[in-house]
């Protein structure tokens, strides 16, 4: 029962390089999120997808672009990494968008560096 | 829109004694609120929710949290502090725009447990 899967775990990257971050639900849910934990400042959001097939920029969004590439995945892309994107990133699902009780579902993270 | 607010960045207990975690809220229709603990270099784990079912809300591994319209708020207790409760815990509030559902993370409080 994986549940939300994020892939990779640990990454370094060099100013200006560019990478993936890939994410995996097996829940079946509607929803998907990415979110960023920095210290101090809790986790804020960076991009979402509602359903299948869309995506909508969160609080934070700058630097950052998404697939959902079906109901199972949603990768987050960092064109050109700053250092200023190191953080820990969550990926989350849900299962029904409408509903403000859903429970959303939270991936281990992906800890990124950028030098 | 919604925020939420958690007093303490750090707070410190023995082992034995009460935990207390403030949140307040700020939401303009009646609120979702959650409360999720993560574990050093772990993702977020749901604690408890609080839907509208019943102000004492009770969660896993002996937590609960009381919803206090009056108050605004939404604390979370635990009679007695184990060392395995040392964690980073969050409060949020569900924001729901335009048919989706969304966490707003208060900053998060860090429970260091003595022994």
């Known amino acids: 029962n994986a549940g939300v899967t994020q892939t990779p775990k640990f990454q370094v990257l060099k100013t200006g390089q560019s990478m993936t971050l890939q994410c995996a639900q097996d829940?079946?849910?509607?929803?998907m999120y990415w979110y960023r934990q920095d210290p101090g400042m809790g986790l804020r959001l960076i991009y979402y997808s509602a359903s299948e097939g869309t995506t909508d920029k969160g609080e934070v969004p700058n630097g950052y672009n998404v697939s959902r590439l079906n109901k199972r995945e949603f990768s987050l892309r960092l064109e050109s990494a700053a250092p200023s994107q190191t953080s820990v990133y969550f990926c989350?699902?849900?299962?029904?968008?409408?509903?403000?009780?859903?429970?959303?579902?939270f991936g281990e993270g992906s800890w990124l560096t950028v030098v | 829109a919604q925020s939420v607010t958690q007093l303490g960045s750090h707070v410190s207990v023995s082992e034995g004694a009460l935990v207390l975690l403030r949140c307040n809220y700020s939401?303009?229709?009646?609120?979702?609120l959650f409360w999720y603990v993560q574990y050093p270099n772990q993702g977020l784990q749901l604690l408890l929710k609080?839907?509208?079912?019943?102000?004492l809300v009770k969660g896993i591994n002996g937590f609960e949290a009381e919803f206090k319209k009056s108050e605004t708020s939404f604390h979370l207790t635990k009679p007695s502090a184990h060392m395995s409760d040392a964690a980073e815990y969050f409060c949020?509030?569900?924001?729901?725009?335009?048919?989706?559902?969304?966490?707003?993370f208060g900053t998060g409080t860090r429970l260091l447990v003595s022994p």
């Open positions: 609080y839907t509208s079912a019943a102000t």
């Open positions: 989350a699902s849900s299962e029904r968008p409408g509903q403000g009780g859903n429970t959303i579902y």
């Open positions: 829940m079946n849910h509607n929803s």
């Open positions: 939401s303009s229709v009646p609120p979702y």
């Open positions: 949020a509030v569900s924001e729901v725009n335009t048919g989706f559902q969304k966490l707003v």
